[in-house]
C-alpha cells in the first residue's frame, strides 16, 4: 500500500522560514505540494520530479525551494520570507508512475501570524 506522509508544519512570524517534508513509499515519477486555505481551493505550490525538474506557482517563485532526496524517497520544501497569505494546510501529492493513480498525503498546517 502506498503511503504519502508530511511533517514540519508549524506556526512561524511573517518573514520566517520553515522547511516541510514528505515521504513516500514505492515508486515515484513527481512529487508536489499543494495547500489549501480556508474557503479557497486547493492550488499547486511546486513540483518536482524524479529526475530533478521543478515548476513553482508564481506566488512563491523566489522564496520556496523544492528538492527531493531519491535515495530517502523524500521531497522538501524550503520556504522562506513567509507570509500571511501563505497560511493553509500544505498537502504532498504523489504521481509514482506516467498516467498512474495519484496519492495524497493527510496534510500539515502552515500558520504564518506575528
Known amino acids: 500500500q502506498v503511503q504519502v506522509m508530511e511533517s514540519g508544519g508549524g506556526l512561524v512570524q511573517p518573514g520566517g522560514s520553515l522547511r516541510l517534508s514528505c515521504t513516500a513509499s514505492g515508486s515515484i515519477f513527481r512529487m508536489s505540494w499543494y495547500r489549501q486555505a480556508p474557503g479557497k481551493s486547493r492550488e499547486l505550490v511546486a513540483g518536482?520530479?524524479?529526475?530533478?525538474?521543478?515548476n513553482y506557482a508564481d506566488s512563491v517563485k523566489d522564496r520556496f525551494t523544492v528538492s527531493i532526496d531519491n535515495d530517502k524517497k523524500t521531497m522538501y520544501l524550503q520556504m522562506n520570507s513567509l507570509k500571511p497569505e501563505d497560511t493553509a494546510v500544505y498537502y504532498c501529492?504523489?504521481?509514482?508512475?506516467?498516467?498512474?493513480?495519484?496519492?495524497w498525503g493527510q496534510g500539515t498546517q502552515v500558520t504564518v501570524s506575528s
Open positions: 518536482i520530479r524524479a529526475t530533478g525538474n521543478t
Open positions: 501529492y504523489l504521481l509514482p508512475y506516467i498516467g498512474g493513480v495519484g496519492y
